[in-house]
């Protein structure tokens, strides 16, 4: 006879949810009180709530916003999933952005509702699985790299200044995205333009992430470090910068990557090799299968602008990652 063990641990069912990141077309998120009589009464949070058997999140996400906030014909798309352990539940969040919809939001469960600017959410206290969104919405929908030893630094100077105006003018609250890759530079014409970077940064609404290729130092000195796969695959501790980002190829390596604690992750070909000149791409549309459920905010790669923007939200990217478009 098998003597059942005593530090056994019964398994924690996993209840999954619904969550919508409801987005004005000025910006505003929308998020609400937890009303009186429920787990948490008085934090705020993103609406959503429970799936029903046999109901899609987006689906399920569509009904809670009809039932809560009064809200029809609820357009969504994929975002971000991830798991939370709550004193009273453990929960797997599905969260949706939210761009179309009928009606006006109004609180059909007596709960407060707010909209707030990105920039200055000043609610509080925050369900601690809301936190993390706040800072994923604040990341531009267009992550540029650096395209220096193709165009030439001169050239590329002036690609960037255009674009750092363009962004002035619309007065986006989201700064210019930058990831510094130059593995080609010559060494002087790297610290030139580096040294250019880092001033521009200081005056500027530029954020500049360097490659992983390159010196720590440089990482150190602005605002983070992109990680490679090669240097994600043997990074045991998140790096000590600001911000963290990692090139992925899969699943696994998205997976990896939440595990490490990065910010969020650019998903590209599955052979590195892909993105050069003349190489053989396997595309954006190969990809979409590994973006459907990301734990983490994820810009797609692949030969990919801002046109393709609304596509890849469809398939559940936060953005796109370009890079020879990205200076056009």
């Known amino acids: 006879m098998t003597v059942p063990r005593t530090d056994a641990v019964p398994p924690v069912p996993v209840v999954d949810v619904a969550v ?4 004005r077309d000025d910006g505003a998120v929308l998020i609400g009180q937890r009303p009186a009589g429920k787990p948490y009464a008085g934090w705020w949070e993103f609406p959503g709530g429970k799936l029903e058997a046999g109901e899609s999140v987006a689906d399920a996400l569509a009904r809670e916003l009809h039932e809560e906030l009064g809200l029809d014909d609820v357009e969504s ?11 009273h539940a453990t929960v797997r969040l599905w969260f949706r952005r939210v761009r179309r919809w009928r009606g006006e939001p109004r609180p059909r469960e007596g709960q407060a509702l707010a909209w707030r600017a ?5 609610l509080a206290p925050l369900l601690p699985a809301s936190i993390a969104p706040i800072g994923w919405l604040r990341l531009p929908p267009l992550y540029r790299i650096s395209c220096a030893a193709e165009l030439g630094v001169d050239a590329f100077e002036r690609a960037l200044g255009r674009a750092l105006d363009a962004l002035a003018d619309t007065r986006a609250p989201a700064p210019l995205l930058l990831q510094l890759r130059e593995p080609d530079l010559p060494e002087a014409d790297l610290l030139r333009l580096f040294a250019r970077l880092r001033d521009w940064r200081r005056t500027r609404p530029l954020q500049v ?3 992983s290729r390159h010196p720590p130092s440089f990482a150190r000195a602005v605002d ?19 911000q963290v980002a990692a090139s992925c190829h899969g699943a696994d390596e998205l997976v990896r990557a939440d595990a490490l604690g990065c910010d969020f992750a650019v998903l590209g070909p599955v052979s590195p090799t892909a993105s050069h000149p003349g190489a053989p791409t396997l595309g954006f549309d190969g990809l979409t299968r590994e973006i459907a459920a ?11 602008d801002a046109g393709d923007l609304s596509r890849a939200e469809a398939a559940g990217a936060h953005g796109v990652a370009s890079m020879r478009a990205a200076w056009s």
């Open 224 to 242: 983070g470090i992109h990680l490679t796969a090669r240097d994600l695959a043997a990074a045991t501790l998140r790096p000590r910068v600001r």
């Open 20 to 23: 919508g990141v409801v987005l």
């Open 77 to 87: 798309t994929p975002w971000v999933v991830r798991g939370h352990a709550y004193a």
């Open 209 to 211: 992430l360097v490659s």
């Open 118 to 122: 990105l920039h200055a959410i000043d």
């Open 294 to 304: 990301t734990p983490l905010p994820v810009y797609a790669l692949g030969g990919l």
